[in-house]
């Protein structure tokens, strides 16, 4: 395989395989889930700072509660619009990059196929015109990339400020001390009745902001 073969294969700007920009999308989403991680969980610190303080006013005891952002994103019907709605975005862009992509395919067959009859200058500049041509596939790869990451944040921010919204109100609602995700795996065991997952669910489909 040829070096623009290699790099047209590696990328999920060109040809048709949604699956993969899917998995961008969700590598995305799941990027956001873990800054919104960061933040409750400093929200949880800050509170047991507190605690002690809070506790001897109210005497009220430490409450815990936990939910699996990762099976939020994944049956949220406002993640998967997201994610359909992306998908849709991306399809001018990949057949932008499938006509480049063309190009540079035709100019090496032909280059190939006529290389041997070819003076040395005309090799050269034959060689030098593919080169150019595969520096302006790369550039504009580059540039629908970085597009397409502005375009996910966009997408998915709303989505994670609405979770993070839920989750702060039942923690407001109902005097959580603080409210860990278990997505990232650091829990071992816990009690089912502190999961809020299936009330974070329900809250975000009945369409709390």
Do not use: H
Not at 24 to 51: D, K
Not at 153 to 159: D, G, K
Request: contains cysteine; glycine residues 6%; charged residues 20%.
């Amino acid at each position: 395989m040829d070096s623009t073969s290699r790099t047209l294969a590696g990328s999920c700007t060109s040809g048709s395989d949604l699956a993969c920009k899917s998995s961008v999308f969700y590598r995305s989403l799941m990027g956001v889930v873990q800054t919104m991680q960061r933040v409750i969980l400093f929200s949880g610190v800050f509170a047991v700072l507190w605690a002690p303080a809070v506790q001897a006013a109210a005497q009220s005891p430490l409450k815990i509660g936990y939910i699996n952002s990762q099976v939020i994103i994944a049956e949220s019907p406002a993640a998967t619009a997201a994610q359909e709605q992306f998908r849709r975005e991306m399809v001018p862009f990949e057949s932008e990059m499938q006509a480049l992509e063309g190009e540079i395919s035709g100019l090496m067959a032909q280059y190939q196929a006529q290389q041997l009859t070819l003076t040395a200058t005309a090799r050269r500049i034959r060689q030098d015109e593919i080169s150019l041509k595969q520096q302006a596939y790369q550039d504009r790869m580059a540039q629908i990339e970085a597009e397409a990451t502005r375009r996910q944040q966009e997408l998915v921010q709303p989505i994670m400020e609405r979770i993070n919204n839920i989750i702060q109100a039942i923690r407001s609602d109902s005097s959580y001390t603080f409210i860990f995700d278990v997505a990232g795996g650091g829990l071992i065991a816990a009690d089912e009745s502190f999961d809020l997952t299936s009330e974070v669910m329900q809250r975000l489909a009945a369409g709390a902001p």
